[in-house]
Structure formats: structure tokens, C-alpha cells
């Protein structure tokens, strides 16, 4: 029979996923189907579960990456760690959650990174940062959050200033700003603060340039899109589900 995977989020008419996965299991032979299973609210997971008695695994995205953690049977250390799940395998009826997003985004990172990016600003406080987050502390990289919104221990971003750029030379977006959605739409920030110095990532990958990479680029500084960090961890994602 047919195994069955997928990616659960809401809405899902920006995944890859499908596509990379349908398209690796016809090259490999594999007799699998990957869907997109959007739905609207995380309560329905369960039943999502056993309306599809074949999933095998599942990726998660926006917005559901912490809030399906109740309804895993497990998580494994790294995920508990980072608080965070996007990737779930399904075996016997039981459901683990990893978080391959860590894998993807420091393998990605390559040698990007110079002496100089020693201080970062995390754009965004979603499960994404999460990974983000844990993979700076892991490389001894200080970083700030930045929300749009005023809260405890964070930044917002009238919180950034052009002096503050001249010391945080490593900046991360995770958030959906500027997706192929809403092109014209990046995160606020004193972009002519910012020069070659500075590491700029998008962990979008669609398109590939955003205005928020254009608007870096264009200042001189190093960029780079999400679609590695992407590749990566779902090659990873990919490794888990097929463990013995």
C-alpha cells in the first residue's frame, strides 16, 4: 500500500513541500504521496490523524510549529530544547516531534559567518526564531528579538537604530514578511545603517529576493534566502521518517 506524508499548516499555497517530495519519490521509485493538509485550527489534528491511517510523516509550518507540541505523544531532545516542532514522524500510532529546521539553517549558515557577526537580531517570535535562536546560542552568537509588538526581554523594531546596526551585524528574518503574497512588504528597519559587514538572511524562499534582501543588497551587505535551510531540513525530515 501507499504511505502517505504531508505538511500541516494553514493556509499551505506557499508550500514546496509537495512538490520536492512527489517529485524525489518518483525519481527513487518510492511508492509514496505527499499532500498538503491544511487546516484551520491545530485542535483538529487528531482527527486529521486518523482520517489519514497511512501518514507516515508530517512537516509543520506556520502558524503550528509550538502549538501542535500537546498533541505529540514525544518529542525528541533537541525539540523539547528548542520548544519548537516542524517535522513528525508517525510510527505505530504514535506521534514524535523534531525540529529539523536547526539542522537546515546551520548547515546553511556555510561559511557565511565572519568574526564580525558575533551579535545578531532575530526579526520575528514565532517557532522559526525558536530554531534560529537555538542554533545562535549553540555557535556562542549574542542575539535580540525583534517583535512588532512591545513585550518582556524583546526588541520592537522603533527598538532599532542605525547605532544599534553598527553592532549587531548579523540579522535573521522569520518571519512571512514579504512572501510572494505580499512582495512589497519587509521588516522595518534603518536599512542605510546597514554596509558590507553585515549578514543578512531570509529564511523566505519565495521569492528568492526579497525586499527585504534587495533592500540589504543594495547597501552592500551579504544575503541569503531561505531555500538551502529549506533543502536541508527537509533532507533531514526525510532521514527521520525512514530511521528503523
Same mark, same amino acid.
Given at each position: 500500500?501507499?504511505?502517505?506524508?504531508?505538511?500541516?499548516?494553514?493556509? /499551505?499555497?506557499?508550500?514546496?513541500?509537495?512538490?520536492?517530495?512527489?517529485?524525489?519519490?518518483?525519481?527513487?521509485?518510492?511508492?509514496? @504521496?505527499?499532500?498538503? /493538509? +491544511?487546516?484551520?485550527?491545530?485542535?483538529?489534528?487528531?482527527?486529521?490523524?486518523?482520517?489519514?491511517?497511512?501518514?507516515?510523516?508530517?512537516? #509543520?509550518?506556520?502558524?503550528? *510549529?509550538?502549538? #501542535?507540541?500537546?498533541?505529540?505523544?514525544?518529542?525528541?531532545?533537541?525539540?523539547?530544547?528548542?520548544?519548537?516542532?516542524? $517535522?513528525?514522524?508517525?510510527?505505530?500510532?504514535?506521534?514524535?516531534?523534531?525540529?529539523?529546521? #536547526?539542522?537546515?539553517?546551520?548547515? =546553511? @549558515?556555510?561559511? /557565511?559567518?565572519?568574526?564580525?557577526?558575533?551579535?545578531? /537580531?532575530?526579526?520575528?517570535?514565532?517557532?522559526?526564531?525558536?530554531?534560529?535562536?537555538?542554533?545562535?546560542?549553540?555557535?556562542?552568537?549574542?542575539? *535580540?528579538?525583534? =517583535?512588532?509588538?512591545? *513585550?518582556?526581554?524583546?526588541?520592537?523594531?522603533?527598538?532599532?537604530?542605525?547605532?544599534?546596526?553598527?553592532?549587531?551585524?548579523?540579522?535573521?528574518?522569520?518571519?512571512?514578511?514579504?512572501?510572494?503574497?505580499?512582495?512589497?512588504? $519587509? +521588516?522595518?528597519?534603518?536599512?542605510?545603517?546597514?554596509?558590507?559587514?553585515? @549578514?543578512?538572511?531570509?529564511?523566505?524562499?519565495? +521569492?528568492?529576493?526579497?525586499?527585504?534582501?534587495?533592500?540589504? *543588497?543594495?547597501?552592500?551587505?551579504?544575503?541569503?534566502?531561505?531555500?538551502?535551510? @529549506?533543502?536541508?531540513?527537509?533532507?533531514?525530515?526525510?532521514?527521520?521518517?525512514?530511521?528503523?
Amino acid at each position: 500500500m501507499q504511505d502517505h506524508y504531508g505538511i500541516i499548516g494553514y493556509p /499551505l499555497n506557499h508550500s514546496f513541500s509537495p512538490a520536492f517530495f512527489n517529485k524525489k519519490f518518483e525519481a527513487e521509485g518510492i511508492n509514496a @504521496l505527499y499532500t498538503a /493538509l +491544511p487546516i484551520p485550527d491545530i485542535a483538529l489534528f487528531p482527527q486529521l490523524l486518523i482520517d489519514n491511517p497511512r501518514l507516515k510523516g508530517l512537516n #509543520v509550518t506556520i502558524p503550528y *510549529k509550538q502549538s #501542535v507540541i500537546p498533541y505529540l505523544d514525544e518529542l525528541n531532545d533537541e525539540a523539547e530544547k528548542v520548544g519548537a516542532v516542524n $517535522c513528525i514522524a508517525v510510527r505505530d500510532g504514535k506521534t514524535k516531534g523534531y525540529n529539523t529546521d #536547526v539542522i537546515g539553517f546551520e548547515r =546553511s @549558515l556555510g561559511p /557565511l559567518l565572519q568574526p564580525q557577526h558575533a551579535y545578531a /537580531l532575530i526579526l520575528g517570535t514565532g517557532g522559526a526564531s525558536k530554531a534560529v535562536a537555538y542554533v545562535l546560542k549553540q555557535k556562542g552568537i549574542a542575539y *535580540k528579538l525583534v =517583535s512588532r509588538t512591545a *513585550k518582556a526581554g524583546m526588541l520592537t523594531y522603533a527598538d532599532v537604530t542605525p547605532a544599534m546596526l553598527s553592532k549587531y551585524k548579523f540579522i535573521i528574518n522569520t518571519t512571512p514578511l514579504g512572501m510572494f503574497v505580499d512582495l512589497a512588504a $519587509c +521588516p522595518a528597519l534603518p536599512y542605510e545603517a546597514l554596509g558590507s559587514e553585515h @549578514l543578512v538572511y531570509d529564511l523566505v524562499y519565495n +521569492p528568492a529576493e526579497t525586499r527585504f534582501l534587495a533592500l540589504a *543588497k543594495a547597501q552592500g551587505a551579504v544575503i541569503k534566502n531561505g531555500l538551502d535551510m @529549506l533543502h536541508l531540513q527537509a533532507r533531514a525530515g526525510w532521514e527521520i521518517w525512514n530511521r528503523p
